[in-house]
C-alpha cells in the first residue's frame, strides 16, 4: 500500500525557512514523479512543484520560483521541498503526493506550515 | 496560467439525488481533466482522470464528461459518504490549477 509520510512543518517569521520532507513506502518511490500540492486555511488547492524520477527535470508556480527548491532522495525514498523567504502567503497545509497521469495520485496527510511574526 | 471556475460553489442534496458539478476552464484544456474528492480534515483523494477514467476503488456512481473547456462530475445516488468538497483540475499546462471547489453538503 502507497504510503507518503510529511513532516517538517511548523511556525517560521516571515522570511525564514523551512525544510519539508516526505517519507514513502508500500511502492517503487524512483518510478513515480512526485509533487507538493499546498492549500491555505479554508481555501482551495494549488500545485506549489513538481519533481521527475530522478530530479532532472522540476517545475514550480510562479509565486514560488526562486524561494523554494523541491528535491528527492530515492535511495531514501523521500521528498523534499527547501523553502525560503517565507511569505505570510505561504501559510497551509503542505501535502507530497505521487504523480499519476498529471494528477496527485496518492497524497499523504499533510504537514502545516504558518507564516506569521 | 489556466483560470478554472467550478459552479456551484456549494450544493445542498439528500441521499439518493443526482448531483451535477460544472468546471469551465479559461481556454481548451483538452481532455486533460480530474476531479478530486476531499472531506473535512482529509488530503483529497483522486476520483476521475483525463475527464472520465475513473480510479480504482472509486463507485461506479461517479462519472466524469466534457472537453475542450467544459466538463461535468455526476454522483448518481449520492450516498452519505459522498458529502465532500469536490475540485477539477486541469492537467494540460503547467502550473496545473484547480477549481476553487464545490462543497455538497446535507439539505
Known amino acids: 500500500e502507497v504510503h507518503l509520510v510529511e513532516s517538517g512543518g511548523g511556525l517560521v517569521q516571515p522570511g525564514g525557512s523551512l525544510r519539508l520532507s516526505c517519507a514513502a513506502s508500500g511502492f517503487i518511490f524512483s518510478d513515480y514523479w512526485m509533487s507538493w500540492v499546498r492549500q491555505a486555511p479554508g481555501m482551495g488547492l494549488e500545485w506549489v512543484a513538481k519533481?521527475?524520477?530522478?530530479?532532472?527535470?522540476?517545475d514550480y508556480v510562479d509565486s514560488v520560483k526562486g524561494r523554494f527548491t523541491i528535491s528527492r532522495d530515492n535511495a531514501k525514498k523521500s521528498l523534499f521541498l527547501q523553502m525560503y523567504n517565507l511569505r505570510a502567503e505561504d501559510t497551509g497545509v503542505y501535502y507530497c503526493a505521487t504523480m499519476g497521469r498529471r494528477t496527485a495520485k496518492t497524497w499523504g496527510q499533510g504537514t502545516l506550515v504558518a507564516v506569521s511574526s | 496560467d489556466i483560470q478554472m471556475t467550478q459552479s456551484p460553489s456549494s450544493v445542498s442534496a439528500s441521499v439518493g439525488d443526482r448531483v451535477t458539478i460544472a468546471c469551465r476552464a479559461s481556454?481548451?484544456?483538452?481532455?486533460?481533466l480530474a476531479w478530486y474528492q476531499q472531506k473535512p480534515g482529509k488530503a483529497p483523494k483522486l476520483l476521475i482522470d483525463a475527464t472520465d477514467t475513473l480510479q480504482s476503488g472509486v463507485p461506479s456512481r461517479f462519472s466524469g464528461s466534457g472537453s475542450g473547456t467544459d466538463f461535468t462530475l455526476t454522483i448518481n445516488s449520492l450516498q452519505p459518504e459522498d458529502f465532500a468538497t469536490y475540485y477539477c483540475q486541469q492537467a494540460v499546462t503547467f502550473p496545473w490549477t484547480f477549481g476553487r471547489g464545490t462543497k455538497v453538503d446535507i439539505k
Open positions: 519533481i521527475d524520477y530522478d530530479g532532472s527535470d522540476k
Open positions: 481556454r481548451g484544456v483538452g481532455n486533460w
